[in-house]
């Protein structure tokens, strides 16, 4: 076990272990997005980082099937930042926000020698989309195409091109496919640390392993901030996902079928 899981291991409130906690009706989400362990500042221009700071953060409200609402910006600010910077920065914030309708609501600013951001979103759904709910025999899928979001970072850590559209750069969250499907799905989640961690994730919340159809490669199954989204469903609605997934415009990948066995991830955890 890794530090990361260890450390909440030791938390034991019932609201851990889907991409978002629910309380009293909201769906609530934290994440981190901090310099040199996410993002180096060379990669991206201000902007791009408050935007995908916002945007990693509302993936986990889409993957829950949830509409983000309210958000708090946590921001530890460098002295070296102008107020031309500051305000690239709000431009950023206020892109994402206004793509999903979230008002932005209060948090709270320190200096810092480095720029770190901590967003928080609150969320509501009627029907929340949860990691528990697989069964045995079930299909799991994933959308979209994985693997850019590795091969961005490989590039950018060796000072090499990377390329712009990749999903490192820019995420693209599948809320309306979500929205579409949710009643048909078993399980669901967003791929944050990678395909073969966040399955590990599924198995673990059910007690599940997986009979691949085909082996992955580790360059996509360790491909991690790819923001597609990891679902299950029925074979009896196989039809039914792959038109939706159709009319949406959407490549959807049938991977594997659960099953009654061990599941163990082949990917590091870690970020660069």
């Not at 009627?126 to 091969?151: C, E, I, Q």
Request: proline share 2%.
């Amino acid at each position: 076990m890794n530090k990361e899981d260890y450390f909440i291991s030791c938390f034991n409130s019932k609201n851990i272990g889907d991409d978002a906690a629910i309380v009293d009706g909201w769906i609530i989400s934290k994440d981190a997005f901090f310099e040199n362990v996410h993002f180096k500042r060379n990669w991206f221009s201000l902007e791009e980082i408050a935007y995908k700071s916002m945007i990693i953060n509302i993936s986990d409200s889409i993957a829950m099937n949830a509409m983000p609402i309210y958000a708090l910006l946590a921001v530890a600010l460098p002295s070296s930042l102008s107020k031309v910077d500051i305000k690239n920065l709000h431009k950023g914030f206020d892109k994402a926000a206004k793509e999903f309708g979230i008002e932005i609501i209060g948090g709270d600013t320190v200096s810092n020698i480095k720029l770190d951001i901590t967003v928080t979103i609150l969320a509501k759904s009627k029907n929340p989309l949860r990691r528990v709910g697989l069964k045995a025999g079930h299909l799991m899928a994933h959308t979209g195409n994985l693997g850019t979001s590795k091969k961005a970072l490989a590039n950018l850590l060796k000072n090499v091109y990377a390329n712009k559209k990749s999903r490192f750069f820019c995420p693209v969250l599948r809320q309306d496919f979500i929205s579409k499907t949710q009643s048909v799905l078993s399980s669901g989640m967003d791929i944050s640390d990678g395909l073969f961690s966040d399955l590990a994730k599924l198995s673990k919340a059910n007690h599940l392993g997986y009979s691949f159809k085909k082996k992955i490669p580790k360059c996509i199954g360790c491909s991690g901030e790819e923001y597609e989204m990891l679902i299950s469903f029925s074979p009896r609605h196989k039809k039914k996902m792959q038109r939706l997934a159709k009319a949406s415009r959407l490549e959807l990948n049938i991977f594997a079928k659960a099953q009654r066995t061990n599941y163990k991830s082949k990917c590091k955890a870690h970020h660069f």
